[in-house]
């Protein structure tokens, strides 16, 4: 097993990969962002509990180990806005979460 150097930037790492034409996982999926922050405006604050346990559900869905949600409901104009963030316990989950919610 090769050891890569952190501190290297993704293009110096991808350059590292001995095969051509491919890229080493690795090199795309550090664990340096596990983390998806979602927003939505829903009508009240009913509304944004079910938009925030849709999100849950789904990464629950997904995740190998318990994801950390923190959310805030904020009253608007038009009704409220949440905001959410929904840390996974790796990169790879989170991606397969945002690819699920496009």
């Known amino acids: 097993m090769a ?3 952190m501190s290297k930037t993704v293009a110096e790492k ?8 491919c890229v080493d996982v690795g090199s795309i999926l550090d ?9 939505a405006e829903c009508a009240d604050e ?6 925030l346990a849709g999100w849950q559900s789904a990464a629950d869905d997904i995740a190998s180990e318990p994801v950390v949600v923190k959310h805030q409901v904020e009253t608007t104009e038009q009704g409220v806005q949440l905001t959410a963030s929904l840390t996974f316990s790796c990169q790879a989950e989170l991606l397969i979460f945002q690819l699920g919610q496009r």
Not at 31 to 36: E, P, V
Not at 46 to 51: I, T
Request: aromatic letters at 0%; charged letters at 20%; hydrophobic letters at 30%.
């Open 3 to 5: 050891v890569t150097d």
């Open 14 to 21: 991808i350059e590292d990969t001995p095969a051509c034409c």
């Open 31 to 39: 664990n340096s962002d596990t983390t998806a922050t979602l927003t």
């Open 46 to 51: 009913n509304a944004a509990n079910d938009v």
